[in-house]
Each structure stands twice: as C-alpha cells, then as structure tokens.
C-alpha cells in the first residue's frame, strides 16, 4: 500500500493510519487496548449498523494523506472498496484492527483483546466479521471461532475474509 519506502517512513505512514482509524474508532465504535506498562495492543471493531467508520475530520485527513503520500491513500481507497463489495449485509459487529507490539507479540495480549471483545459480540448475540491478509492470522482466528468466508486479491495479496457466527440464544 505504502510504495517502495523505507522503514522510518513506513512506520511513520503506519502510524498515521493507526491514528486516523482510532480516532474514528473512538467516537464511532468500540476501543480496546492493553496495557505493560504502556499501550502495547489496540483492537478496534465496529458495532453493528456502524460500518464503515465515517472518515476522520479533514484535518487529520489531510494530515494522514501527506504522511503517508496521495498515492497511498488512493491505493488505500481502491482496497476498501473491493473489501466493501464482500461485506455482508447482515447487522454484525466488524473487527478492524487488532495489532500488538511486535516486541510484545507471543505473550497472549492478541487473544486478551479478542476474548475481551468477543465477550460483547456474544453479550449482542450478533455475528462478527474480519479481514486478514496474514496466513498466520487464519488460525488464530479459527480458534476464537470464526470460519473462512472467502479470499479475496486486493493488490494481487490475498486477504481473507471470515465470519463467526452469533451464538444461539
């Protein structure tokens, strides 16, 4: 998404993303994060009804845009909109984003923050949905439940998506 750029700049591109989708996360949907001591985890999801996230404010737009450059905003939009095809329509809470640290990676932080919101997704006896474009992710979430729904090229990657259904009543 991000071009040939090197690893300041794609971390500083990165974060600028992080901070546009938290900042609609936020006021729009639901914020978790995970603390050791600082925030090491966020995990940001979408009640149901509520996706997509409106679009930050035009200053933090702008912002981002520049940060990350015109080209990779584009690319960013072009993802979205071959994502939002394979949405489904039914009401469902949407996962996001869920990241650690990666020197904090290994420890079960990921799994406090799904459990921890899967919890709410239960409570609403609603499904949930979520992309990855990681293979090392498909399992993870298998075993909180969630099934492959599809795989989708976006940028000739595959991005998975997957779906878990609500429980029963």
Request: proline fraction near 11%; include cysteine.
């Amino acid at each position: 998404m991000l071009g040939k750029r090197g690893p300041r700049a794609r971390v500083r591109a990165n974060r600028a993303a992080v901070r546009t989708t938290l900042a609609a996360g936020a006021s729009h949907g639901l914020v978790l994060g995970v603390r050791d001591p600082g925030l090491v985890g966020a995990l940001v999801s979408v009640p149901p009804g509520a996706w997509p996230l409106p679009p930050p404010g035009l200053a933090l737009r702008l912002w981002a845009i520049a940060v990350q450059r015109p080209q990779a905003a584009r690319r960013w939009a072009e993802a979205f909109d071959t994502l939002a095809a394979h949405h489904p329509i039914l009401p469902h809470w949407y996962l996001g984003t869920l990241g650690v640290d990666p020197d904090c990676q290994r420890r079960g932080l990921g799994r406090v923050l799904l459990e921890g919101w899967l919890q709410r997704v239960d409570a609403d006896r609603r499904g949930a949905w979520l992309e990855t474009d990681r293979p090392e992710n498909i399992a993870f979430y298998e075993r909180a439940g969630f099934e492959l729904a599809d795989e989708v090229p976006v940028f000739d990657v595959p991005v998975w998506l997957m779906s878990r259904p609500p429980l029963p009543a």
